[in-house]
């Protein structure tokens, strides 16, 4: 029995990697450089979009909003003007706690791919599965905001070690909270060593514009890419983007 789990296990995740690259093609063929963002509910993924997408200097940013039903995110992203497409995991996928290539590839055909540089794919709220499925992204980025412990690294090690770059949001709460910042990049360090690193604060702003430049340096890495003849080319570590990985601000 073990056996047999474990190769259904690994032909389930062949057969989603044969699809992300499928989606991967698509992306290349229309130079859209897109981002899985992750996190755990609530942790502001989508207070970070609305504090960057209106202003991309020069990008065209659209989203596919994941959830397991309704559409409030994207109502709220869709309010700044860019293109937001709703994927809902209830109808159709069982309610599913993540996104997986072929939801992603059932999207695409709503996506105006010809219309945007940059795809911003908010998958489902969850820190185990959304980081075993590969999308067809260029990265992933993972926000952990402060009311989670800084303890969740080393409990989630597999979310934080699939990332190129991991968001710590709602700083402007750490004089009311006991969380250890300290140990907290300890921690994630052990998981993810050097691994870039943003402090932030999407209430209040504080480090966001660092959040702004990174999605803007990512799209033009992938449209350089394009023009030398790579569609979509973007460096495998988004620490590339901006020098060592391991920079906190």
């Given at each position: ?15 989603n990697n044969t699809i992300a ?220 983007v901006e020098g060592r990985a391991?920079?906190?601000?």
């Open positions: 029995m073990h056996r047999t789990r474990v190769r259904v296990v690994e032909e389930a995740l062949d057969a690259r499928a989606n991967r093609d698509d992306f290349d063929r229309h130079d859209v450089t897109v981002v899985n963002l992750m996190s755990a509910p609530g942790a502001g993924k989508t207070s970070l979009l609305e504090r960057v997408l209106a202003d991309l200097d020069g990008v065209r940013p659209g989203v596919l909003e994941g959830d397991v039903q309704g559409s409030l995110d994207a109502e709220r992203l869709a309010s700044l003007h860019v293109p937001v497409t709703q994927l809902n995991t209830a109808p159709g996928f069982g309610g599913e706690c993540h996104l997986d290539a072929n939801m992603v590839r059932s999207a695409l055909p709503a996506l105006p791919l010809a219309d945007i540089d940059l795809l911003v794919i908010e998958n489902v709220g969850n820190l185990v599965c959304p980081a075993e499925f590969r999308v067809g992204e260029d990265v992933r980025v993972m926000v952990s905001s402060v009311t989670e412990g800084e303890d969740k690294p080393l409990k989630y090690p597999l979310m934080f070690r699939a990332c190129e770059l991991v968001i710590v949001n709602k700083i402007d709460l750490l004089p009311h909270l006991e969380f250890d910042l300290d140990k907290f990049l300890h921690h994630l360090d052990q998981v993810n060593p050097g691994v870039q690193r943003m402090l932030v604060s999407a209430r209040t702003g504080d480090g966001v514009q660092r959040w702004r430049d990174w999605l803007s340096a990512l799209a033009a890495r992938g449209r350089a890419g394009a023009v030398e003849g790579r569609p979509g080319a973007v460096e495998g570590r988004a620490g590339a391991g920079a906190v601000g």
